[in-house]
């Protein structure tokens, strides 16, 4: 710890050093560009209708920031949710039994699907203003970012090591302090990881979510994404270009200023102790930490902070909570009887909605659909594999190329392909394909990525020993990946291939439909059914197409992909 | 009158086990500690004595009986008591002075009143100039320092030890435990009272007033040493390899011994087995058959020898008992007439009398190698026997006695077993 000398102390030569001005620079900058972004939160929806977006990229800073903004309230509810949702679900054994599955299952639905049924509820949340559609927008992308951030919470939570706990009790911390001096600091750099990803991930939301429209209900919200939006109506395809090159700056802008930081300043929670690995570090963070303004101007919130660790009962008798042996079976059965019943109304419910409208032969029509959108996934992966594996081999096992590669495969992995979905679709029109196969490779377009950067992530963890036993003993051509360089990245592409086949299901809803203008290209699938019936504001079809979807997915991962980590985490995890 | 620091009466203390049923791991054990002692929990892994520290630090509560501290019930975490851990749990996000002021926080102090605390106790355990440091620029040494600092600056009454230094060099663990008792000696410590659970009988004696013994499954207290040996203490003093001498036969007594046939503790199937190498096993007979012991050796001797500490020689004793190979009484282990033939014999051959050994004297494997031969594909899944274990030990111990099975079949080509699914077999790939 530091010992705090005065500020005036130092004189006035040292009043304000450099890094004062630039961190005043940062904070300001910050200021006004939340003040930009909120500003018309509060008009009514009139107003967005007087002024349409237009094409001009004069206004593209201002969407920038407005899209931005959406993002950032996202991801600070998210926050909210990991902390309680996981926290509940890591603390409770009874909580936990309902708590897990439901995410799992949340985490199937495919985020699109989200919009369509929600939208109208939030709109009516705060009638006739902005206001409302931003709920819903920001929803949407919350949907796209919590679940994968609860999941690595609670994980942590579940394996901070015994002898931690141990101390934290034995030193008679408060629950709340040992939450943040325990809990929250062991499971940091996992979820500052998770929070890149969602960040990533959201992007191609972003872009569905700001141009809402469900059957009647149209609302276009000043951003990127309805820029987008309008350019592909109006085939402009150098505003296209202006919007990727937006995104770029923002996603530049996001990795200088918010996560290179968070990264390094999470590198002290590193769980394992060995010294001598070098530090990440940020230029962002090195500013805010050695200005003395940002120094005295945070110190009230950190002393505010502290305060709140301090234990303000006498703490003197933290007694043990005793669960009696005998009443085990009981909590068990009250807990299943409690999610039975939750999960009896949910049927219920659902099956009553859906039933209301549907005729058993739409529920055919979408499960038959679901079987040609699933034969899309499957096969795609599979090529997705065949190509980005062996690369992913190749950059691995050279630290060079994968220091260069490993950036650019995340860059790609965080771009939204819907932007160029236009090309893709002028491109088949041009050459008059058949878009039932040809605008399938647009579902993993951006999901593929994923493959590759961790099949890189798990070559260059090969231990240089192993490498060089292979080496040694002439291990060479198909040997060499049959017993070496395949089981050395299973697990590690296992991980990709779950997540790039779950991104897959969630793109087809926009990839199985894609348009450019007048040009409207429809692939058979259970992503376009959902799209049409979004369009055509069908609830009773979209909440079936998601249900399936969701079907599918959950299916998908039980039966072929647990199975499948289990066995390559059991069998080829190093170490 | 002085109540006691510390009373433990009647205490006992279970765990639950897969199949619903309870596993006893401690029982009636009675305990006092006087104010001015270092007590002594010695035994081996498994023997309930951590547990047992646990309990004391209200980090769980007894099945049954009662923890009485300053005549108090212990309930939960008691203000006064204080641990090191074996794994030093140190925060590594928080610097040495951080983790050190964590407990005083938690009391509410007043802000200077923490740092005067801190970084008295920091500079009364030799930290100095380390305030700033993460835990993960220092050495094993340093961080367990770290630990014992942050366990004395809340003043405890009672300090719990829970082999605080199992996990360091054999160096750094004497200047630590030395520092220490010098520490204590001249009534630097705040702490009146300090209990130790260690399974390395040199550290008990060199650092404990009283030592007790615990027995295996469950623990039991099965003897308790007074140690009147004035500190600093010497390991080369005839007194102190005396009581060495005397701690190794009070616990070797415990074990089965085929000399004492009829009295005899029955190995069954259900018997828990110790993981101990096909290879140490060979390692060891060999060198109690050559020069200087032929054939007989003297345990403690034979430890410090082959640097190995009690807790690890243990299990490679009772594992040649088992099978036959030696016998274990008094302090003294003593090859038989198979252990001595299987020194001179090849590769091929000891793998013959060793897989005889095992069908003969451990009933499991008999078990397990009846059961394939009877069915008519010679296999059977693995899960099948792990239940049956269960039924009978905890989880752990199901597992730990099915790899060790495992291990020896396949040594002595009894049986094979193939992981990928699970099976066990009688062919071995040809």
């Known amino acids: 710890m530091r010992v705090f000398v005065p500020i005036s102390v ?56 407005r899209t931005t903004l959406r993002m950032l309230v996202a991801m600070a509810l998210s926050l909210l949710f990991t902390f309680t949702y996981a926290t509940l679900a890591a603390k409770s054994r009874r909580a936990e039994r309902l ?63 015994t002898e931690l706990i141990e101390a934290s009790r034995n030193f008679r911390l408060t629950p709340w302090m040992s939450f943040w001096r325990v809990d929250v600091p062991f499971a940091m750099p996992q979820l500052i990881w998770n929070m890149m990803m969602s960040m990533s991930g959201s992007w191609f939301f972003v872009v569905a979510s700001e141009a809402i429209s469900v059957g009647n209900t149209t609302v276009t919200l000043p951003g990127v994404g309805s820029y987008i939006a309008l350019a592909i109506q109006q085939q402009n395809l150098h505003a296209v270009g202006w919007a990727i090159g937006t995104m770029l700056v923002v996603i530049l802008i996001y990795d200088q200023v918010l996560f290179r930081p968070l990264v390094a300043w999470a590198d002290r929670f590193r769980f394992e102790q060995e010294p001598g690995l070098i530090a990440p570090r940020s230029w962002v963070l090195d500013i805010l930490r050695r200005s003395r303004i940002v120094d005295r101007m945070t110190r009230p919130f950190a002393a505010l902070w502290h305060y709140t660790m301090i234990p303000h009962r006498p703490n003197t008798d933290v007694a043990v909570k005793h669960e009696p042996q005998t009443r085990r079976g009981w909590i068990a059965f009250q807990s299943g009887l409690i999610v039975s019943a939750l999960a009896a109304l949910a049927l219920w419910q659902s099956a009553s909605f859906i039933l209301e409208g549907i005729k058993l032969a739409d529920v055919g029509t979408t499960l038959l659909l ?174 079936l197409g998601i249900a399936v979807m969701s079907l599918y997915v959950v299916i998908v991962n039980r039966v072929f992909w647990r199975p499948l980590y289990l066995y390559a985490e059991r069998k080829f995890r190093l170490g | 009158m002085s109540t006691a620091l510390l009373d433990i009466h009647g205490l006992r203390h279970t765990f639950p086990k897969a199949d619903g049923g309870d596993l006893l791991v401690l029982d009636g054990i009675e305990l006092e500690v006087a104010q001015g002692q270092i007590v002594g929990l010695l035994g081996r892994t498994g023997s309930g004595k951590s547990t047992l520290l646990r309990l004391i630090a209200g980090l769980a509560q007894p099945s049954d009986g009662s923890v009485t501290y300053l005549g108090q019930p212990v309930n939960g975490p008691a203000p006064g008591i204080a641990m090191v ?92 435990r030395t520092d220490f008792l010098e520490l204590w000696g001249d009534g630097k410590l705040p702490i009146k009272g300090v209990i130790l659970v260690t399974h390395n009988i040199e550290e008990a004696v060199l650092m404990c007033d009283r030592i007790l013994l615990f027995s295996n499954n469950p623990g039991r207290i099965i003897r308790e040493i007074a140690v009147d040996l004035r500190q600093p203490r010497n390991r080369l003093d005839p007194q102190f390899r005396d009581l060495v001498e005397k701690i190794y036969v009070a616990m070797t007594a415990r074990t089965p011994s085929a000399a004492q046939a009829g ?150 080509e009894a049986f094979a077993y193939d992981d990928d699914s699970g099976m066990f077999s009688l062919e071995n790939p040809t």
């Open chain 1, 99 to 161: 708590l897990i599955p439901l995410l799992d299952i949340l985490q199937s639905v495919p985020i699109l699907g989200f919009i369509s049924v929600t939208v109208v509820f939030f709109m009516a949340l705060a009638p006739g203003k902005v206001l409302g559609a931003e709920f819903a927008a920001i929803f949407a992308i919350f949907t796209s970012q919590a679940w994968n951030m609860a999941f690595s919470f609670y994980q942590s939570l579940r394996t901070v090591p």
């Open chain 1, 10 to 65: 130092g004189g006035w030569a040292r009043l304000f050093s450099r890094w004062d001005v630039l961190a005043v620079l940062l904070i300001l900058g910050l200021l006004a560009f939340l003040g930009t972004a909120s500003r018309h939160l509060f008009q009514p929806l009139a107003e967005l209708q007087r002024t349409p977006p237009s094409l001009d990229p004069v206004n593209l800073p201002e969407y920038a920031a």
């Open chain 2, 85 to 176: 851990f074996q794994g030093f749990a140190l925060f590594p996000w928080l610097t040495v002075l951080e983790n050190v002021q964590l407990g005083l926080e938690a009391l509410g102090l007043p802000e200077p009143e923490i740092r005067k605390r801190a970084l008295a106790a920091i500079d009364l355990i030799g930290l100095d100039g380390y305030e700033s440091a993460y835990p993960r620029e220092l050495s094993g040494g340093m961080r367990q320092r770290v630990g014992f600092a942050r366990a004395l600056v809340v003043h405890p009454n009672i300090l719990l030890m829970d082999e605080p230094f199992s996990a360091l060099d054999v160096l750094t663990a004497e200047t630590l």
């Open chain 2, 263 to 412: 009295t005899e503790r029955q190995i069954t199937i259900n018997t828990a087995l110790p993981r101990v190498s096909a290879n140490l096993f060979s390692g060891l007979i060999e060198t109690l058959a050559a020069a200087p012991y032929n054939g007989k050796a003297d345990l403690p001797v034979l430890a410090d020898e082959l640097h190995l500490e009690g807790d690890e020689l243990f299990p490679v004793a009772e594992a040649m008992q088992m099978f036959h190979f030696a016998e274990v009484e008094g302090g003294d282990i003593k090859l038989t007439d198979a252990g001595k033939q299987f020194a001179e014999l090849g590769t091929d051959d000891r793998k013959r009398l060793f897989q005889r050994q095992l069908l003969t004297y451990i009933p499991l494997a008999a078990h397990i190698r009846r059961i394939l031969q009877e069915r008519a594909n010679h296999v059977a899944p693995r899960s099948r026997f792990l239940d049956e274990l269960e039924d009978h030990m905890s989880t752990d111990d199901a597992e730990h006695t099915l790899r060790a099975v495992t291990a020896w079949g396949r040594f002595g």
């Open chain 1, 370 to 543: 679901g079987l040609a959108t699933l034969a899309r996934v499957v096969v795609l992966i599979a090529l997705a594999s065949v190509i980005w594996v062996p690369v992913g081999v190749w950059v691995g096992t050279r630290p060079y190329a994968a220091l260069v590669v490993q950036p650019i495969a995340q860059f790609l992995a965080a771009f939204p392909a819907n932007v160029l979905f236009p090309i893709a679709v002028s491109l088949i029109v041009a050459w008059k394909l058949d878009p039932n196969i040809w605008l399938s490779p647009l579902m993993i377009l951006g999901t593929q990525w994923y493959i590759l950067f961790n099949v890189i992530a798990g070559a260059s963890a090969l231990p240089a020993e192993l490498r060089a036993a292979g080496a040694n003993f002439r291990v060479r051509g198909w040997l060499w990946w049959r017993r070496i360089a395949l089981p050395a990245v299973l697990p590690y592409y296992v991980t990709g291939a779950i997540t790039a086949s779950g991104g897959s299901w969630n793109a087809s809803i926009v990839a199985e439909v894609a348009s450019w203008g007048s040009e409207h290209l429809e692939a058979k699938g259970l992503g376009a059914y959902i799209a049409q019936q979004t369009d055509a504001g069908n609830f009773h079809h979209i909440v």
